[in-house]
């Protein structure tokens, strides 16, 4: 079956990727291997798919139920797995980030991921362990809600994804070896819409009259998905798994990691077939004639056999942002204990190579699992500076609200996924920046949620702006912040937030097979970044050091 998702589809799902459902416990068993598939029906290549299939069937559940994740290593490496948007109260050793949360899980061993499901909502699963979700690890997690607060007929997913003849390790090796020039030509991916070639997606039926939840996903790497369906009027109801009050959209612009959920009530008439349209691109790389921007459609039928409903292509769509929308429960700003001010970008270093940033720290991962450090370090815990220099770690009191000030000087947008937590938009403006401002962005409007701000856990940072975001520290844990277009996120652009230490270690235990899964790769379990004692990072390399740009220069990531 191809390209499309329905709930009525959900009770084969359920038995193609071996999952069962007994009193109210969700189980799904993953063999974690390398297949050979071609996707985009160019080339064939090895890619990473479970039980020796891809796409890898989505997962469903329902709120309130325990959902059983058995994951099988059969790969040479190690993984593990990130639910994307579940924000792992009291849980944060499941979130899945190897060297943040967990050690990755050996080749040949099992893990078994045990989530409370307590969020409704549209999120999605994927390899969070050598950037495993590049080359296909990766499926969409739709959790339903016996109580929805909507009214509509029927429940239709639709994911998106970019792909690409290399491995990701490929593209990795020409971004980050000082021997190639930089930046490094851009690859002109292919679509895929609910797992297959953006082409061939099974069209979507409706019936006069009938409301549907279109769910759609970017379970992309490097690109955005525009999403619009002409002739038909979208009403926006979700956004990263969190109901936001209804409100009418022409377009949906989506970033990697980000969701949304539409409501669309068909036409009363059946004259006409109607089409929905999804452009794949990416701002930074200049258009190419049939490579980028890429654009694909989808048949809406009302009737066989019916002519197509065509509409003018060169009409200025309007695609809603997520300032203007306003949260479904109704609260309201928060009010602020602590001001975070931070950059993001790119620096050339003395090693020859050019990797990303925040606060001019590249991330690299430490030597003890962060979450690790938080828990054994005692009070000295409460210092960010035992996560060790290149993390970034800033840790928060337990329940102190923060807003943090996120501005990217660049030529390029970054979406940056928060874990852990969802958070208030509350502004976007003109970016403070070192080098020079292009002219097309010096009248930048800035733009301020009204009423009760909306809330997610993946935002996007256009181009030479800021964002303002709030959110409250009531969630003990170790939670990653980086940049989901993973080319960035391999070049450093990540941190870590480290929340309510002194609390977490009254109240977490980490399960014992965890630890264990440490010890037999040789990781240390306990100590600073370092895996020593108090600020002894003997044995950490040292940090890249920055060199100077040239004058006049902006800029690049």
């Known amino acids: 079956m191809r390209g499309l998702y329905t709930r009525a589809t959900a009770a084969l799902l359920l038995l193609i990727q071996t999952q069962s459902v007994l009193a109210k416990r969700v189980v799904v068993n993953w063999d974690v291997g390398y297949v050979n598939v071609n996707r985009d029906e160019t080339i064939t290549r090895r890619a990473i798919g479970v039980n020796g299939a891809l796409p890898i069937p989505p997962v469903f559940a329902t709120k309130g139920d325990t959902l059983i994740l058995n994951v099988a290593n059969s790969l040479d490496e190690t993984t593990s797995v990130h639910a994307h948007g579940l924000f792992q109260n009291g849980t944060s050793y499941l979130d899945g980030p190897a060297m943040v949360n967990q050690c990755g899980i050996p080749p040949g061993e099992s893990f078994s991921y045990e989530y409370m499901i307590d969020q409704p909502g549209t999120y999605w699963l994927h390899g969070h362990d050598h950037h495993q979700n590049s080359d296909g690890f990766r499926a969409p997690l739709i959790i339903y809600d016996s109580h929805n607060p909507f009214d509509y007929d029927e429940d239709i997913l639709l994911s998106f994804e970019d792909w690409y003849k290399e491995e990701f390790a490929e593209r990795a090796k020409i971004t980050l070896d000082p021997s190639f020039p930089f930046p490094p030509p851009h690859g002109y991916g292919h679509a895929l819409i609910n797992g297959y070639n953006g082409n061939y997606t099974k069209p979507i039926y409706f019936h006069p009259g009938k409301t549907y939840r279109l769910r759609l996903i970017n379970i992309g790497t490097l690109r955005w998905f525009q999403f619009t369906l002409p002739g038909h009027e979208m009403r926006v109801i979700e956004m990263d798994g969190i109901n936001i009050e209804p409100q009418v959209a022409e377009g949906l612009d989506i970033a990697p990691g980000q969701r949304y959920s539409v409501l669309v009530t068909a036409r009363n008439s059946v004259e006409f077939n109607y089409r929905y349209n999804t452009t794949m691109y990416a701002s930074f790389v200049p258009p190419s004639n049939g490579l980028e921007p890429r654009v694909y459609s989808g048949d809406i039928i009302y009737r066989e056999g019916a002519p197509f409903r065509m509409h003018n292509s060169n009409s200025q769509t309007w695609f809603a942002n997520d300032v203007d929308f306003h949260s479904f429960d109704g609260e309201l700003a928060l009010p602020v204990d602590r001001y975070i001010k931070m950059s993001i970008g790119n620096n050339p270093y003395h090693t020859g190579q050019h990797l990303d940033h925040i606060n001019n720290i590249t991330y690299s991962p430490p030597k003890v699992p962060t979450l690790y450090t938080a828990l054994t370090m005692g009070e000295v815990a409460m210092t960010p500076r035992v996560y060790g220099p290149q993390t970034g770690a800033i840790v928060l009191k337990h329940l102190e609200v923060v807003e943090v000030t996120i501005h990217n000087p660049n030529d390029m947008p970054h979406p940056l996924h928060l874990h852990g937590h969802a958070f208030q938009i509350i502004e976007y403006g003109l970016a403070e920046s070192p080098f020079p401002i292009p002219d097309q962005f010096k009248n930048t409007p800035t733009r301020r949620y ?101 004058p006049g220069t902006t800029g690049h990531s």
């Open 450 to 550: 009204s009423g009760s701000p909306a809330k997610r856990d993946t935002m996007t940072i256009p181009e030479h702006q800021y964002i303002k975001i709030r959110f409250r520290a009531d969630n003990p844990g170790v939670w990653f912040m980086h940049c989901h277009l993973d080319v960035h996120f391999i070049m450093g652009m990540a941190m870590v937030f480290v929340e309510a230490p002194d609390v977490l270690q009254k109240t977490m235990t980490v399960p014992p097979q965890m630890l264990d899964f440490c010890k037999r790769q040789g990781t240390r379990t306990w100590g600073n970044a370092a895996g020593n004692d108090g600020y002894n990072f003997g044995g950490l390399p040292d940090p890249p050091r920055i060199v100077s740009r040239p």
